[in-house]
């Protein structure tokens, strides 16, 4: 059995995974949030996310519209557009995904002073 095989498998025996592979991913989020405000083209969500390269959004807007969270829009236009829409799955998603992004934002800075204060058990073990 080829390992692409067993992860198919592996993702089709535990669908809480697969969801969550999707929302583990770095870029998701962001993009989510991004969209939760509107249509957007690509070259604006890259403006809002400044630190993604074109490559990644384009990946990760890709398996967005591929899980059917993303509605992709394309204009016969010279150059063609593209609109970037939240589907109501993608909706319904960011909704949940809206209180765990709040969380971060709401206690980041008090995860930053305890990874400041963390000193590693291996570091203080006698030699």
Known sequence: MTLHRQSLILTEACPIRDVLDRLGDRWTVLVLHELAAGTLRFSELRKRIADISPRMLAQTLRHLEQDGL??????????PRVDYTLTALGTSFFERVE???RWAAENHEAVKA??????????????
Not at 72 to 77: A, G, I, N, Q, W
């Open 70 to 79: 993303v509605k992709r829009d394309v204009f016969p236009t010279v150059p």
């Open 99 to 101: 209180m765990l992004a």
């Open 114 to 127: 305890a990874r400041r204060a963390y000193v590693a058990p291996a570091a203080n073990a006698p030699k």
